[in-house]
């Protein structure tokens, strides 16, 4: 038994090293589509310090929206490219008034309440984008439009090591894609005056209101980019699978990547996303097998609670030292 | 008398009244609940098989004003393929005195075994739930037909064996690998494939998916790109269906060598393009309309407008005509409870006895106007399944193809593993109540 948990999994990495970096390679795919997830989450907990439990509907939602109006599109005898990327435009606008909603309806009436019942909100919101998808949507999956957007299919296959590795294309443009946008919000909340304005709403409301920021315009675009990112995920996802209500269980894998990165931390939802998804593919791919195999969905929160024993405050946050 | 004290006698008036329209209601119609799922994360799967379902009973309303002269209530619940809900859809309908119910989940079935014969409410679950539930004599208020789990798997033995050139004897030394859901529903032949695989001495290798990475299976299938099994079987539901056939062209996995149970339709195998050319499926019913009976549902139903079905071209696809199987079921089931006791309003247990006496020869097949559809059934007190043949169906890039003939399953082999299996549930549900109910001379 020892041997099968301590020894024979690295005997495994050295006999088949082709496996050991193509499951490397899953990892990291999945663990930057995670990321993007924890990245919505993130952006929200640090604009309002509300844990925006409809990230994962959002990510089905906007999924969806594209993929509505591109079959209302074809309909009317207007599909492809062009047909695609209208539908992507408006399924961003429409990101753009569900966030201009939450804020008016959801989020500016309850400014005074605590936290927990703005958490409890982002539930109703939650129910309401399920039921509201399922009226006009159906509940029906439906086909990611991957290659109308120009995302590519098939699989680049590469010998090496004795072996093959194939990376599939859609993976690639995932990962790059992801990269792109979480370099771009790093980018537009490090250097751009929003940016800068949210990260004062981040430190203190009060403070924030004080010199004069608009707490509610801010609200709307951090929402605004939470859905943009919900529909980059909700896109990516679907491409790998198909596009259903099944896709908001996937989100919650989020969570994990929350606890071990922290809440507000965009780099610890990035390096966090990575660790939980090379780390669950690891663990499944070698020891699963000990254990009847499906372990990665509670191995996800094993790896977050282990580092959690050594860094509690996170990947990425400060050590708070309160003084009696 | 103001406008607010007319709402209120109204509603009072209303409320006093709805218990007598229900009894009235009671009196003259027969109700049939149909659990179902539209939303969540499995409609894919029970969205078409609720449209069959429902269409099917709603056409026989419409056409032949319900059965026997008796209209049919037929009210859906949504379960969203989740315990709990069903469990509550269960007890929601129970006062309504359905005379039967079909749970469609085996996680559902599971606790309404005990309580069927409580309730008096005979529990249809039709080639799913529990496999040693065809065991009338010990569950005479379950029925599963036309085949169990341990039968489809099984028949996806036989014709594995039949690729390899023979007989049972060419399963030896073969590896295979079994992808499921990590539930009720894909644990259940788990015991049988212990079993057998010790027996034919095939290796077998498990791939379990939790219902959280229906959508995220890559660990597996790197898995079996280690293992390198010779065939793999599905038994997938919702979009584990879907992502195992986009995983497994990802992989290169042999096509003609990855066979599902009877669970995948056309939506889950077309996402994956030209590379799931090959998959396969079982199968005990045709697709398409090209029979009488589908085409009145398209005509009394579909065409009027009250159906539910999102696109026309869904009707007779797979898993639509799956769910018109289970309604004939039902239906067939009613009408022979109508037969056999004398009674046009039938209960739970008059329906229990028709279920019990169904005979579905190829005559009434042509009568209810499905000849050529599928194959006939017949259960019998004990046998409340039936033990069906299936075939094996390919799919071709736009359709699935019947490729064999009708395979047996290995009834040599289940039926003793079934009997061994009920009684072991019987002992670990003590005091399991003995069968006091008579059986029907046929």
Redesign the interface.
């Known amino acids: 038994m020892l041997y099968n948990i301590f020894i024979d999994p690295f005997v495994?990495m050295v006999q088949?090293p082709d496996?050991l970096v193509?499951?490397l390679w899953?990892g990291l795919?999945?663990g930057v589509l995670y990321a993007l997830i924890a990245l919505g989450f993130v952006l929200i907990f640090k604009a309002s310090g509300v844990f925006n439990f409809a990230q994962g509907i959002m990510v089905v939602f906007s999924a969806l929206t594209l993929v509505g109006f591109y079959a209302k599109f074809s309909s009317w005898g207007f599909s492809g490219h062009a047909a695609a990327f209208l539908a992507l435009l408006l399924a961003a606008g429409v990101m753009l008034v569900l966030a201009m909603l939450v804020e008016r309806v959801v989020l500016r009436p309850l400014v005074t309440q605590p936290d927990i019942i703005l958490f409890m909100a982002t539930f109703g919101i939650t129910y309401v984008l399920?039921g509201f998808g399922?009226i006009v949507f159906?509940?029906?999956?439906k086909?990611m439009i991957a290659n109308e957007l120009f995302l590519p299919?098939g699989?680049v296959d590469i010998e090496m090591l004795g072996g093959l590795v194939?990376l599939?294309k859609i993976d690639i443009a995932a990962a790059v894609i992801a990269s792109l946008m979480i370099v771009g919000l790093a980018l537009f909340f490090q250097k751009t005056r929003i940016g800068r304005a949210l990260r004062a709403v981040a430190d203190s409301h009060k403070a924030a209101l004080s010199v004069g920021i608009s707490l509610n315009q801010i609200w709307v675009i951090v929402w605004f980019a939470a859905g943009l990112v919900a529909l980059v995920t909700g896109i990516m996802?679907g491409a790998?699978?198909?596009v259903?209500?099944?896709?908001?269980?996937?989100a919650?894998?989020a969570l994990p990547v929350l606890v071990l990165g922290g809440f507000t931390s965009v780099p610890g939802a990035i390096v966090g996303g990575l660790i939980i998804g090379v780390g669950?593919?690891l663990g499944?791919?070698y020891w699963?097998?000990l254990l009847?195999?499906?372990i990665?969905?509670w191995l996800a929160y094993v790896i977050a609670l282990v580092f959690l024993l050594y860094r509690p405050q996170g990947l990425f946050g400060d050590k708070i030292i309160e003084r009696i | 008398m103001s406008l607010k004290k007319m709402i209120l006698a109204l509603s009072a008036a209303s409320v006093l009244a709805m218990p007598a329209i229900e009894a009235a209601n009671a009196e003259d119609s027969i109700y049939v609940p149909l659990f179902t799922?539209?939303?969540?994360?499995?409609?894919?799967s029970?969205?078409p098989i609720a449209d069959g379902m429902h269409d099917y009973l709603t056409m026989l309303n419409e056409r032949d004003g319900g059965i026997g002269g008796v209209k049919l209530v037929i009210e859906e619940c949504e379960t969203g393929y989740d315990t709990k809900k069903g469990l509550e859809c269960y007890e929601a309908m129970k006062p309504k005195k359905p005379v039967l119910v079909n749970p469609w989940s085996t996680g559902i079935t599971l606790p309404l075994i005990p309580k069927a014969a409580v309730d008096k409410i005979p529990v249809l679950s039709m080639a799913y739930g529990l496999s040693a539930s065809a065991k009338g004599d010990v569950f005479p208020w379950i029925f599963n037909p036309p085949a169990t789990y341990w039968d489809g798997f099984t028949q996806i033995l036989n014709y594995i064996a039949d690729q390899e050139g023979g007989g049972v004897d060419k399963l030896k030394g073969k590896r295979i690998g079994y992808i499921y859901l990590?539930a009720s529903f894909g644990r259940e032949p788990l015991p049988l494939i212990d079993q057998l695989s010790k027996e034919l001495g095939f290796e077998a290798k498990?791939?379990?998916?939790?219902?959280?990475?229906?959508?995220?299976q890559?660990?597996?299938w790197?898995?079996v790109?280690?293992d390198r099994p010779d065939y793999m079987i599905l038994f997938g539901w919702?979009?584990l269906n879907?992502?195992a056939v986009?995983e497994a062209v990802?992989?290169?996995f042999p096509m003609e060598k990855f066979i599902s149970v009877w669970w995948p339709g056309e939506?889950d195998v077309?996402?994956a393009?030209d590379g799931a050319k090959g998959f396969k499926t079982l199968n005990w019913h045709a697709a398409g309309t090209d029979f009488p009976l589908i085409q009145d549902i398209q005509k009394y139903v579909v065409d009027a407008g009250k159906s539910q079905v999102?696109d026309k071209s869904k009707v007779g696809q797979v898993l639509y005509n799956r769910g018109v199987y289970n309604s004939m079921l039902i239906a067939e089931a009613i009408r022979t409870a109508q037969e056999v006791t004398g009674n046009k309003v039938v209960t739970g247990e008059d329906v229990r006895r028709g279920l019990e006496n169904l005979n579905i020869d190829e005559a009434r097949l042509k009568e209810i106007g499905l000849e050529g559809f599928t194959q006939p059934l017949k259960l019998s007190c004990n046998d409340h399944n039936g033990h069906q043949s299936n075939f094996v169906q390919s799919w071709n890039g736009t359709a699935f193809e019947k490729v064999t003939d009708y395979i047996a399953p290995m009834s040599d082999k289940v039926i003793p593993l079934l009997d061994e299996d009920a009684k072991s549930y019987a002992e670990k549900n003590a005091p399991w109540p003995e069968r006091t109910e008579a059986c029907d001379a046929s």
């Open positions: 495994q088949m496996l193509q499951t899953e795919v999945s399920i399922e159906g509940g029906d999956p086909q299919s699989s194939s599939q996802w790998r699978s198909d259903s209500f099944a896709l908001e269980i996937v919650l894998k669950e593919k499944e791919f699963g097998p009847g195999g499906g990665e969905s | 799922y539209r939303t969540g994360a499995f409609a894919g029970g969205s990590d498990l791939y379990p998916v939790a219902a959280a990475d229906m959508q995220n890559s660990s597996q790197l898995s790109r280690r919702g979009a879907s992502t986009k990802k992989t290169n939506d077309r996402g393009g999102s």
